[in-house]
Structures are given as structure tokens and as C-alpha cells.
């Protein structure tokens, strides 16, 4: 008798997590001839890489277990209310987006919305926060959200460098007024060196815009210590020099206060956070960059525009698609990827519900609580300065005085911001009360005998600001933004709008690169707790113990993981993480004495973000071939490494490779440029494909960047929000980035690459759920899992369709290309349209033409059930049957099922039918969408007329609400 173990928990996650249950996998490894995972393991990966004992990390246990320890993790954070600014400030969620936007997986399991048909919701969405930024900001045209603030601002500085040489002059200066936040001025610094741009920090008083270096100025309005001044002789100065104007600025202070674009500001920047996102002790939130129409060949970012579909009906989508900025590879000016799409949707649906009015009584408010505490304070004694603010006062108190104000206000569990000059700043925000006010004025006067109330001095303040600085232009008159203040619509609003989404919650989302795997409930519980969402990136270190253990512990994890020295958990994207990690590596070549190296080699099959990103580290990128097989070509690698030999600075390898293959020669190519004085960067967005069975430590990576967004479940949030953490080896961990307002870093850190210390710290938690569930065994078990189900789908779909490239035992890694380029000239079809007839089935599209023109590259993840898996089989058997329809002249090669997918409700139910195939074959092609049919809301969008005609806020009336 065996004895049964029924002390373990019930809860147990490893099989939830794992779409194929024990039976399916073995029937699938015997479609591939091989007896065990392990055996696939063997034959997949090259047996020199191949890591050869469990990972150092406790074995999987049950969900309750793991939340509860994250609970005990989490009350060390303490929850003091922080009046610091300097660009975070609480705000009440609306509970409604709370739950149905924040929390819900209709919502938050979106992919980037490049299938445009079924992504009008967030597209529309995004649309309303373009809108609501471009109206408060005064510019015409606004992005569909940045990473944070500082990085906007450098993102506008580069504009203003492009901007200005296309223009025809060469200006590498770039003017920051000291009244920035110290965070911006820091990471702007970073980004401008390896451009050879200089950053003049300074006073605007005593600017002269005119020395003909300059290309552009950065201003803080209002400003990091709370003065609002008339900027806009300034602008026109610096406008007469060819100088540009970027203003960093706070939308809800805009509701106010005169726009930049009304003062003659070229961009804004900004971040939308206190627009109903938590503080989360940074991020993420989404920043902003609006800019006028001259300049959108040079805008960062995803931009929506509308356009129409075939039927003329208006419809959104990703505008200047081909030019998104990153794609433009080593000739980019911006690597941004992965944005901020989850939380600008929750900024701009704030300013829905809100509505001009709303969001101005909230302005209002918090400015008349500000004049109010500013009037007490003087008639208590102080000083108060600026004399003109919004919601922020800086009180000048000699020292003493100042330590004994900030040891009463934490009694009171208060944060106050401390100025280097010894000066105590304060910031109100939509959650300050008259009670706190009273509260504030007892700490500085150290008594509660006040003499007058809240109440008294109400009064004795004038709310309007002079007419030169006051906001008299309207915004927000759009129908969107005045018709769902109800609860009910609202709620009504947001669910029409996720109902045209297709999302995880329907179906999987087989996005190769993009590892669309389980986005698990008891990962994202933690994100809304209080203790992690109500952080001021800049509290004291004493009231974030908590954060600080979890930082600890998931760094050690995936310091194991990876097989490296040090992580560092600053990059908030994938993006940014190249961006530290070059950078990182050019401090240690500057610190070896080999500042030169400047070559970045780049095999040709690379991520657009590689180049962009070496682009912006100062590197020159040097393609490196690919052979026949879709590996990097090593004897182009040998050769250009060793012509490059005295100026080579990196490798960016992806592993495996784009093409979805663990190539054998990459120890050989790691030799190679090491041999030429070369690091290794390797690009880890594969990294489903080697946790447990391999590490790129261990390979002969140097740095190596984490999409905790793809392999460590951070949901993609319709394209953001995600995290880029690096590792890095040994040698490389004293650069690892610093940063200025925490002191964190040594004296060899790079400067900060974000502008909160660790990225978008309140979605870590997710990865750290992620993997205490899994464990050890699960995490491997996941990995073997991912790599069974793409070969499995890879194997019943070979006959149907070529496979592009395979690794030598014919096996491929965890994602794979099927070549439709064949079908383009025996029957007209693209993979654009194979992709778009997806949609009639019911999934969305696999990666198009990455990485290869013309292919679909397919990554199942190991989350998708077997049943799922045949489904899509199906599918694409089907439409391979209805290409070969074609082929052979049973239907037309212009009016077909592919050519006129995807079909609606409306198209399929219109009186008129006259097409060569039934409307059961149009709309219901499979058994399955019989008893689940997900509807795309618009047909066919027309890309090139959006582009002909940009329009990227919302219409001033109805046309496309509803
Ligand atoms: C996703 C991806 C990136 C960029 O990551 P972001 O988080 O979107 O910035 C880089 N390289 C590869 C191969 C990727 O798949």
C-alpha cells in the first residue's frame, strides 16, 4: 500500500497554470516520437547550454499560501499619506474603473491592438486620451501614451535635436530650467551624452536663447517647487533663435491654467497618473507627449487615428503604422515599444466620467485647499512661496525648525517633501480634505490652538489666477466626455467598448515573441492592495521595507534564473531594459579605458527596438547576416567582429533566436566577440523557451533584459504596461543604473533609465506570485510545456503549410513561422489576409511579418490546453483549404473569404448577398464559432486613407460612438 499524501495543499497552481492536462501531454509527445519532456528538452536544446540542476528555488505550493506570505510581505510597507509632488499624487479611483477596467481581464489581457478590427474598444478609448491630452494641453496631437514623465521629456529633447537638423542646423545644446523635477533633469542627462547632446541645467531668468547652440528648452509648468508663471515671452524669444519649446506639465492643473499650446509651447509632456491611476511607488502610469501637426514624423510612440473600414464606416487604428519609430531600426530616434495602454485607458476614462466640469470642480478644490493652506501658514508666520501655484507651496523655515515640522508630520503618518535648500514643500491632491489643511498647519505651528478654520479663510482666497496665466479656451466638449457622468453609463460605456475586444478571455492569442500566456487572478490581486498601491516613489526608505524584501527576493529569483551576478529593476520595458543594458556596458568599456567601442552588431533578424536602442546609446550599429537556416550567419560574425576588432562594444543576440530556433553555434558566437573585446547583450523576450533548461549567464551573455510582461505573466494591457529588468555578470554590476532622488547606486552607476527608482514597481508583484507558485519543478515544467505545445501545433500543421525554420533535429523552440509567401502568387493571399480571416474563427492573428515579410510566427505558450491548440490547427487547415480554393480557380481571387475578411454582424445579416460563398462560410466557418461567436465590429479598415487623412481625437459629435 502506498501511502496517500493528503497534507499537501489543495490549492496547488503548477496545473493551472499548464493548459494540457498529464494525458494530453503524453499523447502529444507521441506525436512527436518522444517518450518524455525531458527527451524533448534533450533534443531541442544544444546539450553545451544545456543547465543541468533544478533551479535554487523552493518547490511550488498553493495559492492561499503564497498570498497570505505576500500579505505579511506587504504590511511591512507602511501607508503614510504623502504630500511630497514632485510628480505623484494620490487620487481616487473611480471604483468603477477600478473594477472593470483595473481588475478585469476583458480589459488587461489585450494584446497591442494591431488587429485593428477586433480592437475598436480600446482603440476608441485610446482616442478619448489623445483627445483629452491634446484638448488640456492645447497641441493638436498626442500619442497614445509614453513610458513616465522624465523619459517624455527626453523622448521631446531628441525630437527637438531631429527637428531642429532637419531644419538645417546642427545644435547640440539643450536648456532644462532647475525648476524640473530632479528625476526628469536626471534621466535627461542620461539619454542626452551618448546622443552628444549637453544639457545646461539653469535658470530661465537668465537664459539667453540666442548663443545659436541651443535646440530646444525644457519648462516646468507649474513648476517642481509649485510656482505657475507666464512663459510665453520666453517662447517667442526662443522661437526667433530656432529654438524649441518643451513644457513638462500637469493635466489637471491645465483644467486651470492657460495651455502650452496657447503660450506657443512645440511639445508638452507630462503624466496622466493622478487622472484616477495609484501612486503604485512609481508606476506604472502613463506619460503623455502632444506636439503640433508639423511635427508628427517625429512623434515617439503609438499614435490611433481614425479611418474607415470597407463599408465607410469610421474606424480606428494604429496610425503611421509602418513609421512607428522603432521600426525605422539603427535610423530611429525613439525605441519605444511597449507603452503605457492599460493606464491611459483608465486616465482617459477618468476624464470621461469626470467630464470638463467634473474634473475642473476637482481642479478647483484642490486649488482652493492649497490657497487656503498657503493663507494659514502666512497668517501662522511662514513665508510662503511661490505666490503663484496650483497645488504645491514651497515654505522656506531655517533648518531646526524644518526637522522638528517633518519629525511632527510623521506622527501624523505624513510625508512632506524636503527641498535641498532645507525649504519644506507641500502638495495637495484630489484626496486632501479641509481636516488635512487644519491637520498640516498644527504640525508647522507644533500645537492645535489655531486661532481661525478652514472655513474662516475660504473667504479671504480668490480661486481665479490673472488673467495672463488663466484658462479661458474650453476643452472636453466632445460628446464622449459629457454623456457617461452616471454610474450605469458609464458602466455600460466600458463594457460596449471591451465587447468589441477580443482578449484572452476569449481565446488565445498565439503572438510569437509575445508569449500571450495566463495573466493568473492571484497574480493580479496584489496590484490594488493598498500597501503596494499607495507608495510614493520617494518615501522614506523605513516606510518601504516591504517593497524592499519583495525587490530582494524577485532579484535573487531571477539572478537564478538567468544565471547572473545582479538584476536591476529599473527599466520599465523591454525597450528601456536595452537601453540600460548597452549602457551599461559602455560604462565598463569607459571604465576599462576603451571608451571608443562604439560598434553594436546586430544580426539582421534582430527586434526593431535593437538598433533603436543602440541608436540611442551613441552605438553604430553593423548588421550581421542570417544563413539559409535562419541562424546568425558565423562567418559573417567572425568577419565583421574582427574588422570591427578595436571599436567592437556589443552582440545583440535574441535566444533563441527571432526565427524560434536554439541555435547550436551560440556559445561559439559569445567566443567570438568576446575574443574582439565584445560583451554579449543578449535580448531575452524568448526567455519562455530556456527558464530551467537553460541560462544566459551561463551561455556567455553579459546583461541580458527580462520582459517580465511576456515570461513572468505581467498581463500586456492592450500594450503596456510591462517591465524590462536587466541582469547583468559580475563585471558589470557596479554600472548597473542609479538614481538621484533615493541615492540609489554606487559611483560607477549609469544614470537612471526611468524616473521612478524601480520602473513600474507595483505590477512586480505579478512576477513574484508567478514564480513562488510555480516553484522550482513548475517553472521548468512550464518552460518544457511552452516548447511541447508549439512543436506539437508546429507538427500537425506541417503538411498544410511550410514551417520556416527548424532546429537540426527538426524540432523548434517554443514558437515557429509558417511561410505564406507561396500563396501570394498561386492565389493572390497574403498573411495579412490569412491573418484578418482568423477573425471569422474566432482568434486573433499570430505575429505578421515579424520577423520575417510575408510569415505568420505562431507562439502557442504552455497556458493553451490542447483543445485550444487543435482548434487553432483547425483553423488554419480550413483556410488553407479556402487558399487552395482559389489556387485552383473555385473562387475568385479578389472576391473571397479571405480578401473580405474579417465579415460582420451587419455584412452577413444585410438584405443584399451577392458573394461567391454562403454567409454560413463567411460568419460561422467552424463548429466551434457556432457555439461562441465573437463579432469584429468593423470590417476591413483601409490603412492608407487614415494615413492620407490623420484625424487622432474624437469627433465632435456622435459618428462613431455608438
Ligand atoms: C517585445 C520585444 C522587445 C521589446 O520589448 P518591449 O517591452 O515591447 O519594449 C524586444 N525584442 C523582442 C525580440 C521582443 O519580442
Not at 518547490?59 to 507602511?78: F, I, P, Q, W, Y
Not at 532637419?166 to 532647475?178: C, D, H, I
Amino acid at each position: 500500500m502506498t501511502q496517500r499524501n493528503f497534507l499537501d495543499p489543495s490549492d496547488r497552481f503548477v496545473h493551472r497554470h499548464l493548459g494540457p492536462r498529464e494525458d494530453d501531454i503524453q499523447e502529444m509527445l507521441a506525436v512527436l516520437g518522444l517518450p518524455s519532456l525531458d527527451a524533448l528538452a534533450d533534443a531541442t536544446v544544444p546539450a553545451d547550454i544545456r543547465f543541468r540542476r533544478p533551479l535554487d528555488l523552493s518547490l511550488n505550493r498553493g495559492e492561499k499560501e503564497v498570498l497570505d506570505e505576500l500579505k505579511r510581505l506587504a504590511s511591512a510597507n507602511r501607508v503614510y499619506r504623502s504630500l511630497i509632488g514632485m510628480g505623484y499624487y494620490d487620487c481616487v479611483t473611480p471604483p468603477v474603473i477600478q473594477r472593470n477596467i483595473l481588475e478585469n481581464p476583458g480589459w488587461y489581457t489585450q494584446y497591442t491592438p494591431y488587429q485593428a478590427e477586433i480592437a475598436q474598444g480600446r482603440l476608441e478609448a485610446l482616442v478619448n486620451f489623445q483627445t483629452m491630452v491634446a484638448d488640456l494641453t492645447g497641441l493638436p496631437l498626442a500619442n497614445a501614451s509614453l513610458l513616465d514623465e522624465a523619459t517624455a521629456a527626453a523622448e521631446a529633447m531628441a525630437m527637438c535635436h531631429t527637428i531642429v537638423r532637419a531644419a538645417g542646423q546642427e545644435r547640440k545644446e539643450f536648456f532644462v530650467s532647475q525648476d524640473c523635477h530632479p528625476q526628469t533633469i536626471a534621466v535627461m542627462q542620461t539619454r542626452a551624452e551618448p546622443l552628444g547632446l549637453t544639457i545646461r541645467v539653469g535658470m530661465t531668468r537668465t537664459l539667453d536663447v540666442r548663443d545659436g547652440r541651443l535646440c530646444g528648452l525644457l519648462l516646468q509648468y507649474p513648476a517642481t517647487d509649485g510656482y505657475v508663471g507666464d512663459y510665453s515671452a520666453l517662447v517667442e524669444q526662443a522661437h526667433h533663435a530656432g529654438v524649441l519649446v518643451v513644457v513638462a506639465t500637469d493635466l489637471l492643473a491645465l483644467t486651470l491654467l492657460r495651455s502650452p499650446g496657447e503660450s506657443g509651447a512645440d511639445i508638452a509632456v507630462g503624466s496622466s497618473q493622478r487622472f484616477g491611476v495609484p501612486v503604485g511607488f512609481g508606476g506604472p502610469h502613463a506619460a503623455f507627449l502632444a506636439t503640433k501637426e508639423e511635427y508628427k514624423r517625429q512623434m515617439p510612440g503609438r499614435i490611433v487615428g481614425v479611418s474607415r473600414d470597407v463599408t465607410g464606416k469610421p474606424a480606428c487604428r494604429l496610425a503611421l503604422q509602418t513609421r512607428e519609430q522603432h521600426i525605422r531600426r539603427e535610423k530611429a530616434t525613439s525605441n519605444i515599444c511597449t507603452a503605457q495602454v492599460l493606464l491611459a485607458i483608465m486616465a482617459g476614462m477618468y476624464a470621461v466620467y469626470h467630464g470638463p466640469n467634473g474634473l475642473r470642480r476637482i481642479a478647483e478644490r484642490v486649488r482652493g485647499l492649497t490657497l487656503v493652506l498657503a493663507e494659514g501658514l502666512r497668517r501662522l508666520g511662514f513665508d510662503v512661496a511661490p505666490k503663484l501655484f496650483f497645488d504645491t507651496i514651497r515654505v522656506p523655515v531655517p533648518r531646526a525648525q524644518a526637522e522638528q515640522i517633518l519629525a511632527r508630520a510623521d506622527e501624523q503618518r505624513m510625508n512632506l517633501r524636503r527641498h535641498e535648500d532645507g525649504s519644506i514643500g507641500l502638495s495637495l491632491d484630489e484626496t486632501s480634505s479641509p481636516d488635512e489643511v487644519r491637520r498640516l498647519w498644527e504640525i508647522f505651528v507644533g500645537h492645535d490652538r489655531i486661532s481661525f478654520t478652514v472655513q474662516d479663510l475660504t473667504a479671504a482666497v480668490a480661486l481665479d489666477y490673472p488673467p495672463s496665466l488663466a484658462r479661458t479656451s474650453a476643452y472636453l466638449t466632445h460628446d464622449v466626455f459629457n454623456r457617461y457622468h452616471s454610474e450605469h453609463e458609464m458602466l455600460r460605456y466600458l463594457h460596449r467598448l471591451q465587447a468589441k475586444d477580443l482578449s484572452l478571455v476569449h481565446s488565445m492569442i498565439p503572438l510569437g515573441s509575445c508569449t500571450m500566456k495566463l495573466n493568473a487572478t492571484s497574480e493580479m490581486l496584489p496590484v490594488t492592495w493598498p500597501e503596494f498601491a499607495s507608495l510614493h516613489p520617494f518615501a522614506p526608505a523605513e516606510q518601504t521595507r516591504g517593497y524592499q524584501e519583495l525587490f530582494r527576493q524577485l532579484e535573487a529569483w531571477l539572478a537564478e534564473i538567468t544565471g547572473f551576478a545582479a538584476i536591476s529593476l529599473q527599466p520599465n520595458a523591454g525597450s528601456q531594459g536595452e537601453y540600460a543594458g548597452l549602457m551599461v556596458i559602455r560604462a565598463y568599456h569607459r571604465a576599462q579605458g576603451e571608451g571608443h567601442r562604439d560598434v553594436c552588431l546586430i544580426p539582421v533578424s534582430a527586434h526593431g527596438t535593437n538598433p533603436a536602442s543602440a541608436a540611442m546609446a551613441g552605438m553604430t550599429v553593423v548588421p550581421v547576416a542570417c544563413d539559409r537556416h535562419g541562424n546568425v550567419d558565423l562567418a559573417d560574425l567572425e568577419a565583421k567582429a574582427a574588422e570591427h576588432r578595436d571599436r567592437l562594444s556589443t552582440l545583440m543576440l535574441t535566444y533563441p533566436s527571432t526565427h524560434g530556433v536554439f541555435e547550436p553555434g551560440v556559445r561559439r558566437m559569445c567566443q567570438i566577440v568576446h575574443t574582439h573585446g565584445g560583451q554579449i547583450y543578449m535580448d531575452g523576450a524568448n526567455m519562455n523557451a530556456q527558464v530551467g533548461l537553460c541560462r544566459p549567464g551561463d551561455i556567455g551573455a553579459d546583461v541580458c533584459h527580462l520582459n517580465l510582461h511576456k515570461t513572468f505573466c505581467i498581463p500586456h494591457g492592450g500594450g503596456g504596461p510591462g517591465m524590462g529588468p536587466i541582469g547583468v555578470a559580475r563585471h558589470l554590476t557596479p554600472f548597473l543604473p542609479g538614481h538621484p532622488v533615493t541615492q540609489l547606486g554606487g559611483p560607477e552607476a549609469i544614470g537612471p533609465v526611468s524616473a521612478a527608482p524601480y520602473g513600474s514597481p507595483s505590477i512586480l508583484p505579478i512576477s513574484w506570485v508567478y514564480i513562488a507558485l510555480m516553484g522550482r519543478d513548475g517553472l521548468t515544467k512550464a518552460t518544457q510545456v511552452a516548447i511541447l505545445n508549439a512543436n506539437y501545433m508546429a507538427k500537425r500543421l506541417e503538411k498544410h503549410y511550410p514551417i520556416l525554420y527548424t532546429g537540426t533535429s527538426g524540432l523548434v523552440a517554443h514558437e515557429f513561422i509558417l511561410d505564406l509567401r507561396p500563396f501570394k502568387e498561386s492565389a493572390g493571399v497574403e498573411a495579412m489576409d490569412v491573418a484578418k480571416r482568423l477573425m471569422d474563427y474566432g482568434f486573433h492573428a499570430p505575429t505578421v511579418s515579424f520577423p520575417v515579410a510575408g510569415t505568420l510566427m505562431i507562439e502557442p505558450t504552455e497556458s493553451e490546453a490542447k483543445g485550444e491548440l487543435d482548434r487553432l490547427c483547425e483553423a488554419l487547415i480550413s483556410i488553407r483549404a479556402e487558399i487552395q480554393d482559389i489556387a485552383e480557380g473555385r473562387q475568385p481571387r479578389t472576391n473571397n473569404l479571405l480578401k473580405n475578411a474579417p465579415h460582420t454582424a451587419s455584412a452577413v445579416t444585410a438584405n443584399e448577398w451577392e458573394r461567391p460563398y454562403s454567409r454560413e462560410q463567411a460568419a460561422f466557418p467552424a463548429p466551434w464559432v457556432r457555439q461562441n461567436k465573437f463579432w469584429p465590429s468593423v470590417g476591413r479598415i483601409d490603412e492608407a486613407y487614415g494615413d492620407r487623412h490623420l484625424v487622432c481625437s474624437c469627433p465632435p459629435m456622435e459618428s462613431y460612438q455608438s
